[in-house]
């Protein structure tokens, strides 16, 4: 799961323009959306290796997961496609209603 995390915030830093075109549009700065999420995963996934803070940081993630939901939303109401590539509607839904509770259970299930 550690490792999980600190791939998945880097990848923000490696292709912010996947990002960029998730996040909802009511807010003003993508670049800062997508600069602190990335942040936010790879110190919470680098938290995960102690065993001091892994509880702390499973508590986190949940949390982040949950402030991620509006991202979800966005998507499954916008469409999303990158360049000539485009997540199906029931993916997007999939992705809300399957992948984001299992993360969180992941979490949950790690924090002991």
Known sequence: MAIFYVMAGTNHFRNPA??????????????IINTASGIAE???????????????????????????????IYMIKTGWCIKDFCLPGWA????????????????WYNRK
């Not at 960029?20 to 993508?30: C, D, G, L, M, R």
């Not at 997007?92 to 979490?107: D, G, K, M, T, V």
């Open 18 to 31: 996947i990002y960029y075109t998730i996040i909802p549009s009511f807010f003003s700065n993508p670049y």
């Open 92 to 107: 997007l839904w999939a992705r809300l209603l399957l992948f984001q509770p299992l993360l969180i259970l992941w979490a």
């Open 42 to 72: 790879i110190l919470l996934g680098l938290l995960l290796f102690v065993p001091q803070t892994r509880k702390l940081a499973c508590y986190a993630i949940i949390c982040m997961l949950v402030a991620f939901i509006p991202a979800h």
